[in-house]
Antibody, heavy 124, light 111 residues
Framework: QVQLVQSGAEVRKPGASVRVSCKAT????????IHWVRQAPGQGLEWMGW????????KYGEKFQGRVTMTRDTSISTAYMEVNRLTSDDTAVYYC?????????????????WGQGTLVTVSS | QSVLTQPPSASGTPGQRVTISCSGS????????VYWYQQLPGTAPRLLIY???QRPSGVPDRFSGSKSGTSASLAISGLRSEDEAEYYC????????????FGGGTKLTVL
């Protein structure tokens, strides 16, 4: 069965970086995009960007350009999302989600499987 | 401030039909597919509706989606207590070089 398993909770100080992993099992990793979505405490969902595991191509939301990097290692079917220069506003649960991409546009937000979420806490 | 506007709350009694609206613009809802997600407390979101009005397998036919122009809506008929959750609409926005956008979410309470 399809599963996305994320790495565990992290605590960082302001200005530091954090990398969250998302290991995919039960399907062909390169056949679907991986999107990252975050949710601050008590707030709504916020789309961050996607990575195409096949090509390594990425698309970031303008808010995250220059501060977020998405990568993947196809040999272990794992996607990564790194956030730099953390502030308290980055405290959130970060989710990876499998994105259907049948038209190759990268504009589909059809997330049929989600990771369990990773809590990142930024505090001095 | 979300690009997509949803009412912050909605409510209904068991068996009732409720609708949740999602208002956008020509650069997002009108031009792209709309998706709906259900999120129970402490859990990851779950896909409810894709491509405006399609249900994934396993989603009851009590849930339906529609889109007209720059707005979309989610309807839930035969309301049940387990439908109490947060609901989010989502779509692609073609402005600002393109990005995914979510509505602010609607908390549905089953009275």
């Amino acid at each position: 069965q399809v599963q996305l398993v994320q790495s565990g909770a992290e605590v960082r100080k302001p200005g530091a970086s954090v990398r969250v992993s998302c290991k995919a099992t039960g399907y062909t990793f390169i056949g679907y995009y991986i999107h990252w979505v975050r949710q601050a405490p008590g707030q709504g969902l916020e789309w961050m960007g996607w990575i195409n595991p096949n090509s390594g191509g990425t698309k970031y939301g303008e808010k995250f350009q220059g501060r977020v990097t998405m990568t993947r290692d196809t040999s272990i079917s794992t996607a990564y999302m790194e956030v730099n220069r953390l502030t308290s506003d980055d405290t959130a649960v970060y989710y990876c989600a499998r994105g259907v991409n049948y038209d190759g546009s990268g504009r589909l937000l059809e997330f049929d499987y989600w990771g369990q979420g990773t809590l990142v806490t930024v505090s001095s | 401030q979300s690009v997509l506007t949803q009412p912050p709350s909605a409510s209904g009694t068991p068996g009732q039909r409720v609708t949740i609206s999602c208002s956008g613009s020509t650069s997002n809802i009108e031009s792209n597919y709309v998706y709906w997600y259900q999120q129970l407390p402490g859990t990851a979101p779950r896909l409810l509706i894709y491509r405006n009005n399609q249900r994934p397998s396993g989603v009851p036919d009590r849930f339906s989606g529609s889109k007209s122009g720059t707005s979309a809506s989610l309807a839930i008929s035969g309301l049940r207590s387990e439908d109490e959750a947060e609901y989010y609409c989502a779509t692609w926005d073609d402005s600002l070089s393109g990005r995914g956008v979510f509505g602010g979410g609607t908390k549905l309470t089953v009275l």
